[in-house]
């Protein structure tokens, strides 16, 4: 059984993250528990101290419970029946990597609406949560059939963590999936945005991600892409979902990076 | 719902009676294909009578034969009971189940199509414009836009005979009314097309607290239709280039009613060149 964490805020983008989970649940063997972390704004704080302050919380968890239930209980008719959220309040990345740590979660899920610029997706990217999480994180920016997936590799990538998280989710599961090898070509030197889609071949990254797809049934196609990298991304949000080794945090701003701001369906970054 | 379907003489037109054909299809409305004409008759046809003429075997060729709820159809002899044992037999032609008039106004290109869209009560305005030019009427350039701006009703400008595959809809701070979610509906039904609302971004990264209710029950209504939008978000100051680089969409729809935040964020002279150069259709809804 999968152990999955969906974070809610009373937004538009838990709820579809909630919906999109839903879903995969109905598609594989998974358990979805979901939590809230109620910011604790310092300068808001009550004065107080011991039971002053202890009541006071005790009031913010209880209103934020409400919130969160109430969005719980709109997303009914599609989702089964949840447990009760897990509240606290904090600090939401420090709260959340220690809740992955104690409960050995196997998938984090959150939303995220798709934007034009990708501002908040680099944000998100870069942070501490993020760069320090100990389990698959999901980020779902839009709702749709979760029918086929893309496993983006690159030349040289070692992929047995892509195909070892494929198969953590999907091992029984009825879906399709794709190999798509990308070589980024910088936009600049070509002037304007550009995209070559072919069949792949069975290069050294893509023959051992087939191999080990293969033995577990599966037949995934081969599908190179070479463009830049917006062009990339947009050919990407044809698939429900994307699954991907977490870009490099030693580059400004990796292609790859700029690819996966541009999808706008749902990514799965891997964790070593 | 009423359809006008404002034309002139020359082809571009021909992409705005083929998507009023699909949506009558599709809705079954009422439809008035007006042509407009500037100049005084020498005698004889005008061009823009045989131009209508076209443009209305156009409409009636797209329906099967048989299934075209705007002819009149079924003649045949029935025998109707008068009463005290008397029957008497009758030739029946069964009108036509929806209305298509064809009609033609004299003068200047924007007054008539108002004035027939106020006669009528017409919900919808549809037209083509030469999309080369800016999105333009060959004899009255300025025809198409005028009507974006200055007409009570939705307003939609095909631009050319492309696939609609993709419908793009901006929300913003304006009361989206049934109707034209109905519209949308049916659009995206119509060209199988992929939906996506776009909302805008306030300074924070978010939706501002009214979009996003908007946003959430616009795709509760589409979802519940069957329909399973994307939702994105833009920037305001990044909403031009945002258009200029999605040439791929088929069709941009906008919100712009009294409340419109596009209303006051865009001039209209910004507005405007959005319209004229964007490359894909663009429906008002008002």
């Given at each position: 059984?999968?152990?999955?964490?969906?974070?809610?805020?009373?937004d538009?983008?838990?709820?579809?993250?909630?919906?999109y989970?839903?879903?995969?649940?109905?598609?594989?063997?998974?358990?979805?528990?979901?939590?809230?972390?109620?910011?604790?704004?310092?300068?808001?704080?009550?004065?107080?101290?011991?039971?002053?302050?202890?009541?006071w919380?005790?009031?913010m968890?209880?209103?934020?419970?409400?919130?969160?239930?109430?969005?719980?209980s709109?997303?009914k008719?599609?989702?089964p029946?949840?447990?009760?959220?897990?509240?606290?309040?904090?600090?939401?990345e420090t709260e959340?990597?220690?809740?992955?740590?104690?409960?050995?979660?196997?998938l984090?899920?959150?939303?995220?609406?798709?934007?034009?610029s990708?501002?908040?997706?680099y944000?998100r990217?870069?942070?501490?949560?993020?760069?320090?999480?100990?389990?698959p994180?999901?980020?779902?920016?839009?709702?749709?059939?979760?029918n086929r997936?893309?496993?983006?590799?690159?030349?040289?990538?070692?992929?047995?963590?892509?195909?070892?998280?494929?198969?953590?989710?999907f091992q029984?599961?009825?879906?399709?999936?794709?190999?798509v090898?990308?070589?980024?070509?910088?936009?600049?030197?070509?002037?304007?945005?550009?995209?070559?889609?072919?069949?792949?071949?069975?290069?050294r990254?893509?023959?051992?991600?087939?191999?080990?797809?293969?033995?577990?049934?599966?037949?995934?196609?081969?599908?190179?892409?070479?463009?830049?990298?917006?062009?990339?991304?947009?050919?990407?949000?044809?698939?429900?979902l994307?699954?991907?080794?977490p870009?490099?945090?030693t580059?400004?701003?990796?292609?790859?990076l700029?690819?996966?701001?541009?999808?706008?369906?749902?990514?799965l970054?891997?964790?070593? | 719902?009423?359809?006008?379907?404002?034309?002139?003489?020359?082809?571009?037109?021909?992409?705005?009676?083929?998507?009023?054909?699909a949506?009558?299809?599709?809705t079954?409305?009422?439809?008035?294909?007006?042509?407009?004409?500037?100049?005084?008759?020498?005698?004889?046809?005008?061009?823009?009578?045989?131009?209508?003429?076209?443009?209305?075997k156009?409409?009636?060729?797209?329906f099967?034969?048989?299934?075209?709820?705007y002819?009149?159809?079924?003649?045949?002899?029935?025998?109707?009971?008068?009463?005290?044992?008397?029957?008497?037999?009758?030739?029946?032609?069964?009108?036509a189940?929806?209305?298509?008039?064809?009609?033609?106004?004299?003068?200047?290109?924007?007054?008539?199509?108002?004035?027939?869209?106020?006669?009528?009560?017409?919900?919808?305005?549809?037209?083509?414009?030469?999309?080369?030019?800016?999105?333009i009427?060959?004899?009255?350039p300025?025809?198409?836009?005028?009507?974006?701006?200055?007409?009570?009703?939705?307003?939609?400008?095909?631009?050319?005979?492309?696939?609609?595959?993709?419908?793009?809809?901006?929300?913003?701070?304006?009361n989206?009314?049934?109707?034209?979610?109905?519209?949308?509906?049916?659009?995206?039904?119509?060209?199988?097309?992929?939906?996506?609302?776009?909302?805008?971004?306030?300074?924070?990264?978010g939706f501002?607290?009214?979009?996003?209710?908007?946003m959430?029950?616009?795709?509760?209504?589409?979802?519940?239709a069957?329909?399973?939008?994307?939702?994105?978000?833009?920037?305001?100051?990044a909403f031009?280039p945002?258009v200029s680089?999605?040439?791929?969409?088929?069709?941009?729809?906008f919100?712009?009613?009294?409340?419109?935040?596009?209303?006051?964020w865009?001039?209209?002279?910004?507005?405007?060149?959005?319209?004229?150069?964007?490359?894909?259709?663009?429906?008002?809804?008002?």
């Amino acid at each position: 059984m999968i152990k999955s964490l969906v974070y809610l805020n009373a937004d538009l983008a838990s709820s579809i993250a909630l919906r999109y989970c839903c879903r995969l649940a109905n598609k594989t063997n998974m358990e979805i528990e979901t939590i809230h972390i109620e910011p604790l704004d310092e300068k808001k704080s009550s004065p107080g101290s011991g039971w002053v302050r202890k009541t006071w919380e005790n009031g913010m968890l209880e209103e934020a419970k409400i919130k969160i239930m109430r969005l719980i209980s709109a997303e009914k008719d599609v989702c089964p029946a949840l447990k009760e959220p897990i509240v606290r309040i904090g600090d939401p990345e420090t709260e959340l990597l220690r809740e992955l740590q104690i409960k050995d979660y196997d998938l984090f899920v959150i939303g995220l609406i798709h934007s034009f610029s990708a501002r908040q997706f680099y944000k998100r990217m870069k942070s501490k949560f993020y760069q320090a999480s100990s389990c698959p994180i999901l980020v779902v920016k839009n709702l749709s059939s979760i029918n086929r997936v893309a496993i983006l590799i690159q030349p040289d990538d070692d992929t047995k963590l892509q195909a070892e998280t494929f198969l953590m989710l999907f091992q029984n599961a009825a879906i399709a999936v794709d190999i798509v090898t990308c070589m980024f070509h910088r936009k600049v030197a070509l002037k304007r945005k550009h995209l070559d889609e072919s069949p792949g071949e069975k290069d050294r990254a893509g023959s051992s991600i087939v191999n080990r797809l293969e033995e577990a049934g599966f037949s995934p196609d081969i599908i190179a892409l070479k463009g830049d990298a917006a062009s990339i991304g947009d050919r990407l949000s044809d698939y429900p979902l994307v699954l991907t080794a977490p870009p490099p945090v030693t580059e400004k701003n990796p292609p790859l990076l700029e690819c996966l701001s541009r999808i706008s369906s749902a990514i799965l970054f891997c964790r070593k | 719902m009423k359809i006008l379907v404002a034309v002139d003489h020359n082809g571009y037109c021909a992409h705005a009676v083929a998507q009023a054909s699909a949506l009558a299809a599709n809705t079954w409305s009422n439809v008035i294909l007006l042509g407009v004409w500037g100049k005084s008759a020498a005698g004889g046809k005008l061009p823009i009578q045989t131009a209508v003429d076209n443009y209305r075997k156009q409409f009636i060729d797209f329906f099967k034969k048989g299934e075209c709820p705007y002819t009149e159809y079924d003649f045949s002899h029935e025998w109707i009971d008068l009463g005290s044992g008397v029957y008497e037999e009758f030739y029946m032609a069964k009108s036509a189940r929806k209305e298509l008039k064809c009609r033609i106004r004299k003068g200047p290109p924007v007054k008539a199509i108002l004035a027939e869209a106020k006669e009528t009560g017409a919900d919808l305005i549809i037209t083509g414009c030469e999309a080369s030019g800016g999105c333009i009427w060959t004899e009255s350039p300025q025809t198409p836009l005028r009507l974006v701006n200055e007409a009570g009703c939705s307003v939609m400008l095909t631009k050319s005979d492309k696939k609609i595959d993709h419908i793009v809809c901006c929300l913003d701070n304006d009361n989206v009314t049934q109707a034209s979610l109905e519209l949308i509906n049916q659009m995206v039904t119509i060209h199988n097309a992929r939906l996506t609302l776009v909302g805008f971004e306030d300074k924070e990264g978010g939706f501002q607290a009214v979009v996003e209710k908007r946003m959430y029950a616009t795709l509760r209504y589409y979802q519940s239709a069957g329909i399973e939008p994307t939702v994105e978000m833009v920037d305001r100051d990044a909403f031009e280039p945002f258009v200029s680089e999605r040439r791929q969409w088929g069709l941009v729809a906008f919100w712009l009613g009294p409340q419109s935040i596009l209303k006051k964020w865009l001039p209209k002279a910004r507005m405007n060149r959005i319209v004229k150069e964007s490359k894909a259709s663009v429906l008002i809804l008002k």
